[in-house]
């Protein structure tokens, strides 16, 4: 194994500004731009003027990829007429974005576990500790890749112990000092998007159904697949990472029915933001049908710095016209 290399050298605000403009970026304020590097950080930074940086080309003028992302190769050096003030627009944008999104996956999680509590809470009130309800599968001891001895079951009960241990909601207290069993419609408050969305997946099949049956979404593998990627969204937000242009490994699954057809939701646009706000909206849209929410996030996307290296087509969009609202019949 080689040994490894030494770290990047401590920079001072000053030189991380002249880096910057050694490498072509345009700083029409440097106090400006020493103020936002030591707000927000260089690092989280970079990620937004990436898309600036040239591509690498090979001797045939052709742009390089790496063999393993199939992505670009980028140079130190930032394209001409890359500005440091619209990396902060795109910056600025980027967190109205996420705002949007958690605002979107706040309600989805509060209903879901108010779904999921009522439909298993009746047969129940103690059904979150109850195996009867889970997946036999899930249940039995079973080998990681490291070799490691892993039990599903056994990790999602002590992260839920732990949540309710640590939780200082009243209702739990109450419960607690009475020496009372929490019930599972006063647990599921003390659960995150995570825990909750780990909770429908271990459920046997025919519970699954009871919480699709509500949610309107006929296919349980489908809703497995959201909520997954919902928890993923919502931790990139909650962490105030970079969401605008991220894509996901998973690409979310559709259905056939009348509010999906006429996206026809791309690969790309399901492995992307515009494919997550589709979902979002599907969901919302059941839960509070006058919301204004899906305006709300055209007013926004429309609204992006208009920069030729960050297109609309890189959040899943069709093509750069801007967000398709005779999709959304706005």
Sequence with gaps: MPPA????????????????????????????????????????????WYPFRKGKVDEHGKYITDPLSGLPVREDAFQEGTDFNLIIDLYLFDKKLRQLMMDAIERIEIHVRSVIAHEIGRFDPLAYQNTDFIN???????????????????????????????????????????????????????????????????????????????????????????????????????????????????????????????????????????GKICVLWFLVKKIGPNSQWILNVADLIDSKPQLDCCPFTSMGFNDNNGFPRDLFNL
């Design 136 to 274: 036999p599968k899930i249940l039995r001891d079973k080998t990681d890749r490291s070799g490691r001895i892993v039990n599903y079951w056994n990790d999602w009960i002590s992260r839920q112990d732990k949540l309710i241990k640590e939780s200082k909601e009243d209702c739990i207290r109450w419960h607690n000092k009475n020496n009372r069993p929490i019930p599972f419609w006063v647990a599921v408050e003390t659960w995150d998007f995570g825990i909750m969305s780990k909770y429908y997946e271990n459920l046997k099949g025919k519970y699954q159904d009871k919480i699709c049956q509500r949610l309107e979404v006929p296919n349980k593998k489908i809703l497995r697949g959201w909520l997954q990627e919902i928890n993923e969204l919502r931790n990139h937000c909650a962490h105030h990472s970079r969401i605008w242009n991220r894509v996901s490994n998973n690409a979310l699954k559709t259905l056939p029915n009348e509010f999906f057809h006429p996206l026809s939701l791309s690969l790309e646009a399901r492995k992307r933001i515009f």
């Design 5 to 48: 290399s030494s770290p990047k050298p401590h920079k001072t605000y000053d030189e991380l500004v002249s880096l910057l403009k050694s490498r072509g970026m345009i700083i029409p304020d440097e106090g400006r731009a020493k103020r936002k590097l030591a707000q927000i950080g260089y690092y989280r930074l970079s990620g937004f």
